[in-house]
């Protein structure tokens, strides 16, 4: 059986190939997608679930939480 989705997982990609992202508007849609990823036979142990807070910190989109260096990649 195929493990679910890492949820809130700090993992900086370098250089996201073949990846996609998404902004959905709660839990409940996110839960679906996933769903919906499973039924497409995606394998959804490569996905991975920011939410709430924690999860807008994590993604960090100008890299200041992350250092320098991830400041100048991103």
Do not use: C, W, Y
Not at 50 to 67: C, F, N, Q, R, S
């Amino acid at each position: 059986m195929t493990e679910g989705p890492l949820t809130s997982i700090d993992e900086f990609r370098h250089r996201p190939v073949n990846e996609l992202a998404a902004l959905l508007p709660d839990k409940q849609a996110a839960d679906a997608a996933v769903k919906d990823l499973q039924t497409a036979n995606v394998d959804i142990s490569a996905v991975r679930v920011l939410h709430g807070e924690e999860g807008a910190d994590i993604l960090d989109p100008t890299g200041a939480e992350h250092g320098f260096a991830t400041r100048i990649i991103r």
